[in-house]
């Protein structure tokens, strides 16, 4: 299951070993009875402190939609939002009742007049869906509803990297409102989406389309008959965790397909970060987190096409882990077999909640995704500041332990 790390991907590791060796010996000089940093003084938060809190996330690091689905359809617009929700108190209780939970993008309210998928989403998908509706059935507005995960949740929301305004932005932020008897609060994360994959850096061109292109040399290296057979959903055939698809049998998974065809493709195009020919992207820049800033990048934590294009692995879920690298006296990462955006460390809180998504650790290059930590304790970064969430910083140390 393991494929070979980048000499890159080792020495990061390295390097967080021997940092967090550093911190150990610091705390053991400084006789600290605690391995974490003050949380810095600065200005106030933004957000007074009251009854309740909540922290919003997406599952994913981004998502992807199209511009056009008349020809293709990779992925449908359908963002998946979370939302963790405490009531302040010397002992924080997490919420999944006595409140409701709303959400909203305040930049957008519509999304059907931005995108033809609502006239494709029927041959596509056998579903006629309303405008501005996503394949769950959730709008851009609405309610989220509790899980057993201990968070709250709304599923698929079909937006769009448009404003109503028509500015492109792949980073609008949300507006979540949590409504109790104690009061209210307003949470805003954001909701990433973005439609830069730039498959037309080498397929259409001279009066073909770029989808065109590519069901055209599909139909040639396979004896596939796709350009007669617009629209086309590439998981109708290709296994595809994302959308839930089994595909065909003995047929290579959708990830698979594509990042093995192109692994000694890409390469020729001379970009920095060959990734980004397909995932957004250049302009997006959809990895944008304290890791950028530390000079980690896609290969550091995933390997390179051919690792992606691994048959052994399942794609969407065996990814990197937080452990693969950062080892900590004392902290404990991801829970055994789940994923960072379902695991929960210290007293049931979402690892989510106090970083952000995958992708988005903060503290990010974006101002949007540094919003929540900004409002709620003042200064960017993890959530460390004991009194978002305790009502009185506690007398007993901090633990960093999945389980509670
Ligand atoms: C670096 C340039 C490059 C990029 C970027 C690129 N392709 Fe390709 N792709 C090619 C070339 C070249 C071929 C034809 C290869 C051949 O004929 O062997 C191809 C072939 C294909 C095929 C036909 C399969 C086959 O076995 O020949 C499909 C399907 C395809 N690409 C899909 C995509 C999609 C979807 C994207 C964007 C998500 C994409 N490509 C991005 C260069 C690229
Ligand atoms: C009607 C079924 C069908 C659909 C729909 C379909 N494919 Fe394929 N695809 C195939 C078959 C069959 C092969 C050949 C597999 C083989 O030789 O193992 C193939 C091969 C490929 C390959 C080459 C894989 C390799 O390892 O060389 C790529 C890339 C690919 N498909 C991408 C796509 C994309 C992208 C879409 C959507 C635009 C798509 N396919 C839609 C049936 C389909
Ligand atoms: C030629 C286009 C292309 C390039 C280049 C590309 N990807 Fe992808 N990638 C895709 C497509 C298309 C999907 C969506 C597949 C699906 O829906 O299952 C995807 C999905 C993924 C996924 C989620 C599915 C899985 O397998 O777990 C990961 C992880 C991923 N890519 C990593 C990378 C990394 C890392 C690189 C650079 C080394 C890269 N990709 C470069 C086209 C590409
Ligand atoms: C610091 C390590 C790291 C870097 C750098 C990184 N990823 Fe990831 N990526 C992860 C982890 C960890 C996950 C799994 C998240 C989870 O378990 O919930 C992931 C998940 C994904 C997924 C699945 C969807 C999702 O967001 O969970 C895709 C696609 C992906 N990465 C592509 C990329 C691409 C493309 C790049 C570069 C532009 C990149 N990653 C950079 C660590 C990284
Ligand atoms: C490929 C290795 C790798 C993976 C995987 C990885 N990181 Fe990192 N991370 C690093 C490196 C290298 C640094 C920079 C060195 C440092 O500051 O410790 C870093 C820095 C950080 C920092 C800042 C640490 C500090 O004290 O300033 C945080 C927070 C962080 N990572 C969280 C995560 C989370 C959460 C995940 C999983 C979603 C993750 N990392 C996955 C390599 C990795
Ligand atoms: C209550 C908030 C909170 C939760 C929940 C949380 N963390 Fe953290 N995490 C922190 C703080 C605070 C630090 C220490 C940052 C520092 O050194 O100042 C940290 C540090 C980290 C680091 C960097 C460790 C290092 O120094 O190398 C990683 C990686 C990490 N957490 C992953 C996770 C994962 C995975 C989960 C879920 C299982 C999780 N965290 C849950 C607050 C949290
Ligand atoms: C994101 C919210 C959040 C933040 C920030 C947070 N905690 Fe907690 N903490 C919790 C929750 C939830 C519990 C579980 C309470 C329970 O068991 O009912 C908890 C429990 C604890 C406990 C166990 C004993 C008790 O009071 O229940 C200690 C000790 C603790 N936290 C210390 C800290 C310290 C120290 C910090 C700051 C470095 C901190 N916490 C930051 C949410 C948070």
New binding site residues.
Partial sequence: MTSPRSTRARNAALAVATFGAIGLMAMRLGGSPTPLAPAPKGPEPLTPPGPYVAFGYND???HCSQEDYSEICILPPFNTMRVQVLRRGSEPDILTEDVTVSYRIPGQSRAADKSNFWTYAEPLFGVALAPDVGLTGHGLTGNLTPTPQNHWEVTGIPALPVTDSGRLDPYQLAEIKVTGELGTFIARPVVPVSSEMSCSLCHGGNGVSMAGDILAKHDAAHGTTLVDQKPVLCASCHADPALGADGAPFLPNLSKAVHGKHADLVGGLGLD?E??AC?PGIRTQ??RDI?LANG???I???GDMNAVADPNRIP?TT????GDCHSRPGFQFEQPGK????SIGHGGVHCAACHGS??AITPTITAADNTQALNLQGHTGVINTCTVCHTQTPSESFFHSVDD
Avoid at 339 to 342: E, N, P, T
């Fill in positions: 994913l690091g981004m970060n990734c980004y995932h959809c990895q890791h980690v990048e896609c550091d934590c995933h969407w990814l990197p882990k937080c994923l960072f955006k379902d995958p992708h």
